[in-house]
């Protein structure tokens, strides 16, 4: 009930405070159904937690989004309200989105849950960034932010920067109070805190080649932690005073308040990544060549175990007037290392701090998921595939290689192809007994027929093959109408 309050909230707001907008609304029907031991991978990975692990899914959802400039003030609002109900979903009836955004110029305030992609990827071509992906829903937050570079003046446009800052709250309690096992810890009421920030050198507008950088960092702390010392019932109230928050803002070591870990290394889950990308972009194609580099806590922030390891790199090419082929990506991945297999806290007696064997989107309290799926890369496999109902990534070091690519044979058919082999060593704690080995592939055709204007079917078509997932074979049918409205109030 909260949640569609939220959702209401959201309508109502944005519907009495405009005089005229523009509203842009959809319904859609999602079907999916296959043979093996689960749903292939790319049927499950990076649809914002819309996939499922189950052979069979269905989803029903609703949608609808405003927008209306003022134009004496320069303020724009813009709304959106999305509701889904399905079948073998996280949850049966769930709001997907529901926020209110005031925008002027490139400046941001949004308020509410809102589906969010991660920097400097295509999203529908690329397995994701390191951080923020996409794979999972979305989180209910606060986040204020440049949503677009904004050149630094005196600089003629070619320095600029963007960047966010969030807070917001982890919604998916009574989830893990249900699908967990018992005697397994979790945390609920868990606070969610993000920031980013970019900078880019180059004028496209004067020479088509740019250059980007930026840190992009997330924290999880607060809520209530359950059988958090291996004692069924026993819990760990975590601290989430207003010190708290400026914490996470910097990040800092605890107080007494915190487990004897954060006073060690830094208060709450904390991980974070630096990525970078270089660009050219003229009036025939767009080549873009991208880095993104993934740190826990302060490990491996910088280069104090030697040169960085933990790496997506990929390419990217746009061809702007060749509709066969618009898009293609490739892209290698690899978090095997994780800064070393040795870890050692400083102590009286050895003063040397080695904060290796990393143990990516882990921690002793929190994980980096959200109904337990990964809220980062989807190559580390999400908690939602554990036989023993707990909530930790059993699979983060991993070695992938990937290719994507789309466009269009013809005006009312488009295509996406995405191809992904990855060998899997489980965690530094729990190796697997032998490498595992996966192929993942789909091919999606898109229709949109010129007599049926708004609608669209896509169908898709994906395989597993190997030892992470197993054999596993789908095919997924969504059919959706989109219509788009001016009103005047």
Same mark, same amino acid.
């Given at each position: 009930?909260?949640?569609?309050?939220?959702?209401?909230?959201?309508?109502?707001?944005?519907?009495?405070?405009?005089?005229?907008?523009?509203?842009?609304?959809?319904?859609?029907?999602?079907?999916?159904?296959?043979?093996?031991?689960?749903?292939?991978? @790319?049927?499950?990975?990076?649809?914002?937690?819309?996939?499922?692990?189950?052979?069979?899914?269905?989803?029903?959802?609703?949608?609808?989004?405003? !927008?209306?400039?003022?134009? +004496?003030?320069?303020? =724009?609002?813009?709304?959106?309200?999305?509701?889904?109900?399905?079948?073998?979903? =996280?949850?049966?009836?769930?709001?997907?989105?529901?926020?209110?955004?005031?925008?002027?110029?490139?400046?941001?305030?949004?308020?509410?849950?809102?589906?969010? @992609?991660?920097?400097?990827?295509?999203?529908?071509?690329?397995?994701?960034?390191?951080?923020?992906?996409? !794979?999972?829903?979305?989180?209910?937050?606060?986040?204020?932010?440049?949503?677009?570079?904004?050149?630094?003046?005196?600089?003629?446009?070619?320095?600029?920067?963007?960047?966010?800052?969030?807070?917001?709250?982890?919604?998916?309690?009574?989830?893990?109070?249900?699908?967990?096992?018992?005697?397994?810890?979790?945390?609920?009421?868990?606070?969610?805190?993000? %920031?980013?920030?970019?900078?880019?050198?180059?004028?496209?507008?004067?020479?088509?080649?740019?250059?980007?950088?930026?840190?992009?960092?997330?924290?999880?702390?607060?809520?209530?932690?359950?059988?958090?010392?291996?004692?069924?019932?026993?819990?760990?109230?975590?601290?989430?005073?207003?010190?708290?928050?400026?914490?996470?803002?910097?990040?800092?070591?605890?107080?007494?308040?915190?487990?004897?870990?954060?006073?060690?290394?830094?208060?709450? !889950?904390?991980?974070?990544?630096?990525?970078?990308?270089?660009?050219?972009?003229?009036?025939? @194609?767009?080549?873009?060549?991208?880095?993104?580099?993934?740190?826990?806590?302060?490990?491996?922030?910088?280069?104090?175990?030697?040169?960085?390891?933990?790496?997506?790199?990929?390419?990217?090419?746009?061809?702007?007037?060749?509709?066969?082929?618009?898009?293609?990506?490739?892209?290698?991945?690899?978090?095997?290392?994780?800064?070393?297999?040795?870890?050692?806290?400083?102590?009286?007696?050895?003063?040397?701090?080695?904060?290796?064997?990393?143990?990516?989107?882990?921690?002793?309290?929190?994980?980096?998921? !959200?109904?337990?799926?990964?809220?980062?890369?989807?190559?580390? =496999?999400?908690?939602?595939?554990?036989?023993?109902?707990?909530?930790?990534?059993?699979?983060?070091?991993?070695?992938?290689?990937?290719?994507?690519?789309?466009?269009?044979?013809?005006? @009312?058919?488009?295509?996406?192809?995405?191809?992904?082999?990855?060998?899997?060593?489980? =965690?530094? %704690?729990?190796?697997?007994?032998?490498? +595992?080995?996966?192929?993942?592939?789909?091919?999606?055709?898109?229709?949109?027929?010129?007599?049926?204007?708004?609608?669209?079917?896509?169908?898709?078509?994906?395989?597993?093959?190997?030892?992470?997932?197993?054999?596993?074979?789908?095919?997924?049918?969504?059919?959706?109408?989109?219509?788009?409205?001016?009103?005047?109030?």
């Amino acid at each position: 009930m909260k949640k569609i309050s939220l959702l209401a909230a959201a309508f109502i707001i944005a519907t009495t405070c405009t005089k005229a907008q523009t509203i842009t609304e959809s319904q859609e029907v999602t079907a999916a159904m296959g043979c093996g031991e689960y749903a292939p991978f @790319w049927h499950m990975a990076n649809r914002q937690g819309l996939g499922s692990e189950k052979t069979g899914m269905a989803y029903a959802r609703l949608s609808a989004y405003g !927008n209306h400039p003022f134009k +004496k003030s320069g303020i =724009t609002l813009d709304w959106g309200a999305d509701i889904v109900g399905g079948m073998n979903m =996280t949850s049966a009836v769930f709001v997907q989105q529901a926020y209110v955004e005031w925008s002027w110029k490139k400046l941001r305030l949004s308020v509410g849950q809102k589906e969010r @992609w991660g920097e400097l990827v295509n999203h529908r071509l690329s397995t994701g960034s390191l951080v923020e992906s996409g !794979n999972a829903r979305p989180i209910p937050q606060v986040r204020l932010e440049l949503c677009d570079y904004w050149n630094i003046p005196g600089t003629n446009g070619w320095l600029a920067i963007k960047g966010h800052l969030a807070y917001g709250m982890f919604t998916d309690g009574k989830w893990m109070q249900k699908n967990i096992a018992v005697d397994q810890k979790y945390t609920t009421g868990t606070i969610y805190h993000s %920031k980013e920030g970019l900078m880019r050198f180059g004028n496209e507008e004067k020479f088509p080649l740019t250059a980007e950088i930026g840190l992009h960092m997330v924290t999880q702390f607060g809520g209530t932690s359950y059988n958090a010392a291996d004692k069924p019932g026993y819990t760990i109230h975590n601290p989430s005073r207003i010190k708290d928050y400026f914490l996470a803002l910097i990040p800092l070591k605890g107080d007494d308040s915190y487990h004897a870990s954060d006073r060690v290394n830094v208060a709450g !889950n904390v991980l974070g990544s630096w990525k970078g990308a270089i660009t050219w972009n003229d009036n025939e @194609w767009r080549l873009r060549l991208y880095y993104d580099h993934a740190f826990e806590d302060h490990s491996q922030m910088f280069w104090e175990y030697g040169l960085w390891t933990e790496q997506l790199v990929g390419l990217e090419l746009n061809l702007k007037n060749f509709k066969w082929i618009k898009s293609a990506t490739i892209e290698y991945f690899n978090l095997k290392n994780q800064s070393g297999p040795v870890y050692h806290d400083s102590n009286s007696i050895f003063p040397d701090q080695i904060s290796c064997t990393d143990n990516n989107y882990n921690h002793g309290r929190y994980g980096w998921f !959200n109904y337990g799926i990964m809220i980062a890369t989807p190559l580390c =496999t999400s908690p939602i595939y554990n036989k023993d109902n707990s909530l930790k990534c059993q699979n983060n070091r991993v070695e992938a290689f990937h290719l994507g690519m789309e466009g269009e044979a013809v005006d @009312w058919m488009g295509y996406r192809v995405l191809y992904t082999r990855s060998n899997n060593w489980g =965690t530094y %704690k729990t190796p697997f007994k032998d490498i +595992k080995i996966n192929r993942s592939a789909m091919v999606e055709l898109t229709f949109k027929p010129q007599a049926m204007r708004g609608w669209s079917l896509a169908a898709s078509f994906a395989i597993d093959r190997g030892d992470l997932y197993g054999n596993n074979f789908g095919s997924m049918l969504t059919v959706r109408r989109t219509g788009i409205y001016k009103i005047s109030m």
